[in-house]
């Protein structure tokens, strides 16, 4: 789960959110996004539920180092 703050941020900047926008969209604080970005937070089950819902990829590729995300 090294990559986990690495692929959020991918996912992020691929559908052009802020992290402001994201962690609206979230229900988050922007600098808990940025935490975990920069992998200095880290996340909950329900958190990791609602960020593969809202980018349409799957809870393994999420948690997974060696899986991307598409």
Request: avoid cysteine.
């Given at each position: 789960?090294k990559r986990f703050g ?65």
């Amino acid at each position: 789960m090294k990559r986990f703050g690495e692929k959020l941020r991918a996912l992020r900047l691929r559908e052009g959110y802020t992290t402001r926008q994201l962690a609206d969209r979230l229900g988050v604080s922007h600098t808990h996004v940025i935490g975990i970005e920069n992998g200095k937070r880290g996340t909950s089950t329900e958190l990791v539920l609602r960020i593969a819902d809202l980018f349409h990829v799957t809870i393994d590729q999420l948690m997974r180092d060696e899986l991307e995300v598409d």
